[in-house]
């Protein structure tokens, strides 16, 4: 890899976008590698999402295909060719189509070697492509993109949804999402607070949309509060305005909170929400989509214990831990595990966090030919799902984190 071309996503105050360059960055940096950070104009400053769930639609179109413009035109100036890299941080790029009708055309040496990584798409039952009606046409582009870049899937699970979709493009598991674990504890300031010194808060920060369950979070909150009146707090975060794309589910949240047994926090700044979850003992999450998620990296590098849904692709993410993953949509199980982890922090807290901040890494080892260890190809896929990517061993109270030899992951 001569150069690494970086298309990266606009940036979001309420989205995980607002540090995802600056965390590649850093790591691109320590690599020593030639990086240029293909720009791209966004609609507005406003930095919020107006249509649409999990980046605007308008400005997610508006960014992305003047970012394609900025790209072609280093190609035509030969600035990017056959021994570089175009590394795209989401498989939907409007105006993709322009490079495989431009490479088709010139010769194989000029062209670059494409990387796309998935988020979700259509092979996500619970996308919110499905909830748009967008699928048909979204299964259409997904398939195009396959015939010209290499993917790179977030976890076993998520390779299996491709497999099955038929899917004929290179397919990698990178194993996480992107994340940088010291750039978000350096947003505290005043450092990660001791456990016992915090709120019994237990804190819901996923988006509230359908795909997240946050009736099952709301079940949690009432029963939770019956049993134990006034021993803890539960709280919703938000980095925007509370919204969903069902409003059964803000009117339950503002009738919950009417009875004192909710709060509910809108329009956070990232290092707002830092604060809060520093202050806070359990995240809980019960999505039945996020293919890994960004909050359990956030949450665990912050000291925060963190209970999720044994369900998709969170075994992977937790190496399999059994008392932060639930069985899922049992409430009885969520509700011990909870009790458990209100009060002590967990001896395997921050070992995701540090097998996540190593996501960036992994991505780079793969476009450098060094990662086929992570390529996933034929039928045998299903090989790697049961195995822990990494390894926790006690030694009295302190944990050490044994990160598994790639050498000896099953291919």
Known sequence: MRK????GLESYEARYTLQLTEWNKRVFDRRGLDVVYVPGNTIDDTQSISVGQVLDAHGRSYFGMSQIMNLVQMMRNGECGGE????FEDMFQPGIESLPYIMDQIPAEQR???YVRCLAQAIDPDDFVHVWGMSKWMGLYEKMVCEFATVLATNEEMVAHMKIAG?????????????GKQEVRERLGQGIKPFHERSKRIVFTARFD????????MDLVERYSEFYPGQQTFAILQGGPLRSNNPKYIERARELESRGILEIHENLKKDEYYKIVNDSRVLFNCALQDWVSNTVSEADALGCNVLYPAYRSFPETFAND????????????AENKLTNLLENPHHNMGLISDWTDGTIDRVIDIMEG????????GNRYRDHVAGAKYAVTKIEENPTVEIVNSTKIAV
């Open 4 to 7: 690494l071309f970086y298309m």
């Open 84 to 87: 570089d890299v175009v590394y």
């Open 112 to 114: 670059p070697h494409v």
């Open 167 to 179: 899917w004929e493009a290179p397919i990698y598991n990178i194993s996480g999402l992107a994340f």
């Open 210 to 217: 359908q795909e997240k369950q946050p009736d099952f979070y």
């Open 322 to 333: 059994p008392d932060r993953l639930y069985v899922p949509w049992s409430i009885d199980d």
């Open 370 to 377: 060094n990662g086929e260890q992570w390529l996933r190809t």
